[in-house]
T-cell receptor, first 111, second 113 residues
């Protein structure tokens, strides 16, 4: 079983739709959960950071962590064409410094 | 807004040559990292660096790789004898705490011929 799994997509939605992006993981020791956005041939851009379980909201973005199910989600409300990018989940254990990334989900928002 | 910068944006080299990739982390950050992303694959951790020493490294980061903070602003990754399979995007990142929020640079695309 892969440490972090993420559907590669592409996920195509019309402008204004609510987008749900997800990752599952196998290592219960992960305590820190991040979502990054990556445009083509650019560096990952940190969107959301969550510690342990629960929800976090920032503007149109909401991150959810369900540690009991080893499942994390990123919701994007009122999606815009500029949201078209690859979204990467990244997880980290307490006491370690390396981020373990998913493969990324490519999102396409059409006008 | 402060950001991580990297130079060069694209480096082409011959197999067996040494390359040095350069990064300027965010100025008040204390932790520094290198990651790489082979085309079409996931971002992979290489090494973390704190207080002038390596704090964690992956199995990818073998004796051909080294990191250095030669002055108060730069952070470098050296590959001593490049291989074809070293071709990838290399990302530098930095954080002001123990890795909880890592901010990435734009990357250096390394092409080994």
């Amino acid at each position: 079983q892969k440490e972090v799994e993420q559907d590669p997509g592409p996920l195509s939605v019309p402008e204004g739709a609510i987008v749900s992006l997800n990752c599952t993981y196998s290592n219960s020791a992960f305590q820190y959960f991040m979502w990054y956005r990556q445009y083509s041939r650019k560096g990952p851009e940190l969107l959301m950071y969550t510690y342990s379980s629960g929800n976090k909201e920032d503007g149109r973005f909401t991150a959810q962590v369900d540690k009991s199910s080893k499942y994390i989600s990123l919701f994007i409300r009122d999606s815009q064409p500029s949201d078209s990018a690859t979204y990467l989940c990244a997880l980290m254990n307490t006491g370690f410094q390396k981020l373990v990334f998913g493969t990324g989900t490519r999102l396409l928002v059409s006008p | 807004e402060p950001e991580v910068t990297q130079t060069p944006s694209h480096q082409v080299t011959q197999m067996g040559q040494e390359v040095i990739l350069r990064c300027v982390p965010i100025s008040n950050h204390l932790y520094f990292y290198w990651y790489r992303q082979i085309l079409g694959q996931k971002v992979e951790f290489l090494v973390s660096f704190y207080n002038n020493e390596i704090s964690e490294k992956s199995e990818i980061f073998d004796d051909q790789f080294s990191v250095e903070r030669p002055d108060g602003s730069n952070f470098t990754l050296k590959i001593r004898s490049t291989k074809l399979e070293d071709s990838a995007m290399y990302f530098c990142a930095s954080s002001d705490q123990g890795g909880n929020e890592q901010f990435f640079g734009p990357g250096t695309r390394l092409t080994v011929l």
